[in-house]
């Protein structure tokens, strides 16, 4: 029950990161802890994915039955799911940070003027 606490917490504490860098009108932010919502929202299910995984590792390399392979193996499914998620999404956060835009501008830099200019002028 400590890592569902721990789950909860995380995610509220991500969503109001997000709600706050809304707030403030910061969308590429807002977007980055958005993101990092989402993969905390998938904790679970790479929990499953992990713990089946480890499941069968131990199925395969010890004399342990199943009962006690997946008694074994879920706080660690549970703790490297959390962990897994948060390091994967953090290097998809950095890498659409830097990588060229298919205007030449590193993707850091996606933000631009919503002024036209003088009245007479054309708009794009």
Request: proline share 4%; hydrophobic share 50%; with cysteine.
């Amino acid at each position: 029950m400590i890592w569902f606490a721990v789950l909860t917490l995380v995610w509220l504490v991500v969503a109001v990161f997000g709600l706050q860098a809304r707030q403030r009108g910061s969308a590429r932010v807002a977007r980055r802890w958005t993101t990092r919502l989402y993969a905390v929202t998938c904790v679970p299910l790479t929990a499953l994915v992990v713990g089946g995984a480890l499941v069968a590792v131990q199925l395969t390399f010890s004399q342990a039955g199943t009962g006690e392979a997946i008694t074994a193996a879920t706080p660690y499914a549970q703790w490297l799911a959390i962990a897994i998620n948060l390091v994967i999404v953090d290097i998809v956060i950095r890498r659409r940070d830097v990588t060229p835009r298919a205007s030449g501008r590193l993707g850091a830099q996606v933000h631009e003027s919503f002024t036209f200019g003088s009245a007479s002028s054309p708009r794009p």
